[in-house]
Structures are given as structure tokens and as C-alpha cells.
């Protein structure tokens, strides 16, 4: 009986994961046809100039002003976009209708307003494992926040923890463990490229290499075990090693 249960929680389980993963398509499919729709719209609207903005969005305009993107600058910018307009778009619509999201860019919904300074990370989205921004089923503004004030620097990122932007998804990575990695005080990307990767789980290298970086003494007592043994033919991560790779609290060697 206790093993039919299981078996009925885990495919009630593996359903409802799988109709998240359609709504979830579903919507984001819906969200970019909107955006794309404001896109064509916005063809025909004027520029209106930052102070027009916070006369609404006063809050934002005094962040932003703080903020890292507040220091780009566009010489001999034949457009007149600033401000808020260089990623929102031209205001000039959203304004004579009073506001409203359908009126004006939103990054949040289109990450091709972001890839337009950052073009290097549009091609990390590109790379076999990454997130899944591209995809529609995640913005760029999850993870940054582009009015910021206590951000890292050139980050968008919070200062409040180097890890929180990869918590707020990540929670079971979160800890606290009793034994931690001393890698998760620097932060995850000492070993995630979080745009994207060519290695899987979006590692900055593979295999046990991605340890050396960190893990290279020679003096280091693991070594002396395992030089010529099975730990050259896989990872230190492997199902006989350190498995609990960002912490435990069974271990201090990060086994579980």
C-alpha cells in the first residue's frame, strides 16, 4: 500500500510540475506577443524626456539617478533618448494615455532591451545550459534590478548578499549548513557563469578541474589518496565524495 502511495504523490507531483511548465510557456507566450504589439506601437511615439517621467515615477527617478545605469552617457545621440527612455523607449504615448504597461517598453517582458548594450551576455543565453531567458520563461529583471541603489557595482545585483538573487529561486542551496563551502562566502558565481555555460549545472569548467581552481596545494592530504586512482577518472563531486558540494551538516568533508 505504502508503495502505491508513493507512487501516486510522485505522479501527482510530476502532473503538476508539467502543467506549471504549460502555463508558464503558455503566458510568456502571451506576455512577448503583448510586448511585441507596444513594440510596433511605439514606432510612432516621441520622446518626452526624463523630467516628464518623474512627475509619475518619482520614486524610480531618484533611485535610477543613484543607480549604475543612470552613468551611461550617449554622445551626439540623435534620438534624444536618456533617462528613463533609453530602455523604457519613447514616452510620448504612454503619457497622453495616462500611464499604463501596454503603452511603454516593459525589459521585464522583452530582455532584447537589455541585449541591445549587453550583447555579450545574449550570446551566454545561447550557450547549451543557461537560464532560461531567451525561452520566455524568465527576464533579465529577475535577477537585476536596473533602478538599484544597493547594488554590486556594474552588477544590478544586491549587496545585501552575494548569494540572495540565487535564493530567491535556489532556496535548497540556502543552508544554513553547519559544515558550508568556503566557495558560497564568495558568492555562486565562483563556480556557476550564470548567463550561461557549455558545461552542465552551468559550471565555469568541468570535472574535478573546476576544484583545482580553488583546491590546488600541493600539500592538500586529498591529493595523496587519489593521484593515479578513480579521482582522475571523474569528479570530486562523485557519488562516493563530496556529494553536499555547497554544504553539510552531517560532514565536514561535504558528504551527506
Known amino acids: 500500500m505504502n508503495i502505491h502511495r508513493h507512487r501516486k504523490i510522485g505522479q501527482a507531483k510530476a502532473e503538476i510540475v508539467v502543467l506549471a511548465l504549460v502555463f508558464g510557456l503558455f503566458w510568456s507566450g502571451i506576455v512577448r506577443a503583448d510586448q511585441n504589439k507596444v513594440n510596433t506601437m511605439l514606432k510612432k511615439a516621441t520622446y518626452v524626456g526624463m523630467d516628464t517621467c518623474i512627475t509619475c515615477h518619482d520614486k524610480e527617478g531618484k533611485e535610477y539617478k543613484l543607480s549604475t545605469h543612470a552613468r551611461i552617457n550617449i554622445k551626439n545621440d540623435t534620438t534624444s533618448a536618456e533617462g528613463c527612455e533609453t530602455c523604457h523607449g519613447p514616452g510620448s504615448i504612454h503619457v497622453d494615455n495616462g500611464g499604463g504597461k501596454t503603452t511603454i517598453i516593459n525589459p ?68 544554513p549548513y553547519i559544515w558550508a563551502h568556503d566557495a558560497l562566502k564568495e558568492g555562486c558565481t565562483t ?18 578541474n573546476l576544484c583545482l581552481k580553488c583546491h ?14 578513480h579521482w582522475t577518472q571523474g569528479t570530486c563531486w562523485s557519488a562516493t565524495c563530496h556529494q553536499a558540494v555547497h554544504g553539510s551538516n552531517f560532514n565536514n568533508h561535504l558528504r551527506y
Open 191 to 208: 563556480c556557476h557563469q550564470v548567463h550561461g555555460s557549455v558545461n552542465d549545472k552551468m559550471l565555469i569548467a568541468r570535472d574535478y
Open 216 to 229: 590546488a596545494e600541493v600539500s592538500n592530504p586529498a591529493f595523496s589518496g587519489h593521484a593515479g586512482g
Open 108 to 175: 521585464k517582458n522583452d530582455p532584447e532591451i537589455c541585449f541591445n548594450c549587453h550583447t555579450d551576455k545574449k550570446m551566454q543565453f545561447r550557450l547549451p545550459y543557461h537560464h532560461p531567458v531567451i525561452e520566455g520563461k524568465m527576464g533579465c529583471t529577475n535577477c537585476h534590478d536596473p533602478h538599484g541603489i544597493d547594488v554590486r557595482p556594474w552588477t544590478a545585483t544586491s549587496e545585501n548578499d552575494v548569494n540572495e538573487v540565487c535564493f530567491k529561486c535556489h532556496t535548497d542551496k540556502r543552508g
